[in-house]
């Protein structure tokens, strides 16, 4: 018998985490958000070293990710992945901004290719980036996959503002705890 369902799920532990009526002001604030989902992930050991989150135009949160990969016996759960799916939920859109501008998604990690993908049609106005796809590369033995050269490039000629770097340290702190810890691949 074939599967005809499947359904994908955060730990139990980020809804004790996260304050869902908070109000994220700036982009430090959306980011420190997904990199402590991405150290809170590693801690609990409930997937790999990514997190992300989608907010409104007012920084009020639509939904949270994490890795979730190996827990969910899943390619697709990355953490990005999980917040567009959750996003898309909880909104009732299928392209999050669609009457709605000003979504943003924050990440602690770089987009692979899988996600970066997915961003164009998720409907975000601003993407933001904590450490590098080659701070990845780097750190662990995550492979991000072929992105285009020209990969910010291709965003903002289809209206997706972005922004890297932001709160860089913070999430490379969390990749290299991670491969400390023997860097399970997730
Ligand atoms: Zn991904």
Redesign the pocket.
């Known amino acids: 018998m074939l599967s005809h369902d499947a359904r994908l799920a955060l730990p139990d532990w980020v809804g004790a985490e996260i304050d869902a009526t908070a109000v994220y002001r700036d982009d430090e604030a959306r980011m420190a958000l997904a990199v402590r989902l991405s150290a809170l992930n590693v801690e609990r050991g409930t997937g790999g070293p990514?997190g992300a989150a989608v907010f409104d135009a007012q920084g009020r949160l639509l939904a949270v990710g994490v890795?979730r990969v190996v827990p969910e016996t899943s390619s697709?759960a990355?953490?990005?992945?999980m917040a567009y799916l959750l996003a898309q939920k909880h909104t009732g859109r299928a392209r999050l901004n669609d009457g709605h501008p000003g979504i943003t998604l924050a990440a602690s990690?770089q987009?692979?290719?899988?996600?970066?993908g997915?961003t164009f049609w998720a409907g975000i106005d601003t993407l933001l980036i904590g450490a590098s796809s080659a701070d990845v590369m780097e750190l662990t033995d995550f492979d991000?996959?072929p992105l285009p050269a020209d990969w910010r490039g291709e965003l903002e000629r289809r209206g997706i503002a972005v922004r890297e770097g932001v709160l860089r340290e913070a999430a490379r702190e969390v990749l290299s705890r991670y491969a400390a810890g023997g860097g399970i691949h997730y």
Do not use: D, L, Q, S
């Open positions: 990514f890795n697709i990355h953490a990005e992945m990690g987009p692979c290719c899988m996600c970066y997915a991000e996959g």
